[in-house]
Each structure stands twice: as structure tokens, then as C-alpha cells.
């Protein structure tokens, strides 16, 4: 049977269920978003330090790296979701440009006045790179994958799900619910099995295999793709799945138990991409379908809004902390210093996401067309 059929799954933007708020996703993203910022925290202190405290965490968020693939499949899902059928593909672009960019210029600066701080060289083609956001399709150099503001490396991959979204979601639209499904199925069993495939392709291509699996834009465009196909299901009422509950228990139990036994290269996505997408669907029919959800309230639906802004600034405040201490040679138990990292970087989230984000988003987004005179 042909994937494709006219419009089954495509639900109107009147529909009760396309206009249901994702209250519990948008709690979710700061808990992804926390995820990092301690995987980060904990390897720039196991690099500097020997305590054993440090490498205990760093145990434990190990799998760190794949709430980046949560994102990804997230990002799809929302847009999907959300998406306008009337919509241009200017004004899709435009309002997304407006959603990120004012935020990563403004901690592109902070990035660069640290930097000086800490005495550091400023490479302008490196610079010139993570301002247009081209800095992931470079091969082999991470130097420029994480220079500057090291996290704007995935902002690289966004630009591109942005740019190619308008034209997959027309596409994917006209999928059957078979085609969803197996859209769903075959990007994870890909996704699970890259790592052997990078491999052999890293022989003879000579490409770092964490090229080519976490940091390489079009590979990422899959996780995207399959949260494009998984919105479709749950807006169509045709997902099954597990329950939200569920869905998390296989979360955590893939982030602090598989991603420990497989090889290093299967922490990036393989090990957490099943579980992921399985969590983000159920957590999405939870909000459709009013079940109880620990992340619909309002503290965690507003953590979760400035989780952007806590995801760009965190790595900054980690490596900032650490001169400051470093400099001045104080010594702080871990917790303190955990601590404080992560409350400045909250701090600098609110304050990113209020003045910057919110401000940068209302000014760029709004149309700008003339309204057309009343007619009598």
C-alpha cells in the first residue's frame, strides 16, 4: 500500500485538539535542558579535578548529551503541531528566526566580552561561523563546532530543520497513518543503528564518528522528521503507546542504565531515541486527553519556557565560575558549586528570555503588511 494518501491525518487549526496547550512538553524541556547543563558541569570539573563526588556525577549524567536528540524530536513534534495551514513560508521563517536568534547574538556578545575576560583568543572565522550558523557542517573541527558560545553548535541543526520544515510537514501531511507509522519506526530503528554505520564510514572518510552522529545537521533531520511524523499521530488520535508514566520510567531507566553498558558513540541519540519519542507522545496525549501530568504546572511550564534561554546561557556562566574561582584560587564543595552555576545561569535565563527573547520575538514576528483600508 502506497505511504501516501490525500490529507488523512492533516486536522484543521479550528480542531478542539490542535488548539490544546502542551503544557506537560514545554515542563519536560527544562528538565532536558538541566540534563545538559550538569553533563556539561561535570566534565569541566572531571577535567580540572580528581574529587570523587565530581565523577560520581558524572556517572550519572552521562547520558547527558541525548536530551539534545529529545530536543530535536521535540522541535519537530511542536512545529508540527502548531503548524498554520495558510501559513507562508516567509512568515514560518521569520517568526522562527525572530524565536532564536535575538538570543544567540545577545549570548554570541556575553561569549566574547568572557572571553576577553579570560584572556582567550577571538578567531573571527570562527566567530563569522557561529553567528551564521554554519558552524555544524564543518567536518573534524571542533575548535569551530563549540567556539564561542559552545552549545549554539545544535542551533546550526534547528537552522536547517527551519529551513526544510515548510516543505517536509506538506509532504509527510499527506502520509496514511501507516506511513506515519512507519516513518516513526524506520527513523528510530536508523537512529539506533547509525553508530555501526558510522563506523565504516568513519574509515573511509576519515570523518569523527561524533561528526557524523551528534553534531552533522542532515543527520539530525531525522529525530526531527520522526517528531514531525509523531504529532500527526497523536493530533489524528491514532498514536498507541505507552502512558506518561510509562513513557518517563523508560526514559530515566535508558539514561542511567543502557546508555552505561553500550559504547560511547550510542550516548549521543541510539540508546534514548526510542524511549524519548515514546515520552513525548505521551506526555502530549496526557495534555489532550486532560490526564494528570507532575509537569503541566505553572512553575514548570515557565521553567520550561525559559529553558532556551537557560540552554544558551549555562555553559558560559560553568566556564565563567570556573575562572572566577580558579583566578582568585578558591575551593568550594561541589554541591556549592553546582549550586551556584546553576542558580546564576537561571538568573541569566530570565533575564535573557524577559528583556531579550519575549522583546525579540514580539518585534520581529509581528506581520508586515499594511492592513488593507475597510472597504463599504
Known sequence: MSLITPTTTEVSSKSPVARVRLDSLTGL?????????????????????TSLNVFRLKEVVYAGPSA?????????????????????????????????????????????????????????????VNLSLTQSWIPNRKDWWFGFNGVSWSLSCEFLFYLTFPFVVKVIRRFSTRGLWATVVLGNLCVVLAPLAASHIAKASGWDPKFMLYIFPPVRLLEFVIGIAVALLVKSGSWRGPGLTAGLALSVFAVLGPSHLLPFDYHWAADTVIPYTLTIAAAARADVRGEPSPFRNRINVYLGEASFAFYLVHEIVIFSVDHFLTTHHFTIPLTLHLGLVLSISFIGAVLLHEFVEKPGVKLLSSSRRKPRPATT
Open 68 to 128: 539534545v536528540s529529545f530536543f530535536f524530536i521535540l522541535s519537530g513534534f511542536v512545529l508540527a503541531w502548531s503548524a498554520r495551514p495558510r501559513d507562508t513560508v516567509t512568515g514560518f521563517w521569520r517568526r522562527r528566526f525572530a524565536r532564536i536568534y535575538p538570543s544567540h547574538l545577545a549570548t554570541f556578545a556575553v561569549a566574547v566580552l568572557t572571553m576577553v575576560w579570560m584572556g582567550k583568543a577571538l578567531d573571527p572565522r570562527i566567530g563569522l
Open 29 to 49: 524541556r527544562w528538565y532536558a535542558a538541566l540534563l545538559v547543563a550538569c553533563f556539561h558541569f561535570a566534565y569541566e570539573e572531571a577535567s580540572t579535578g
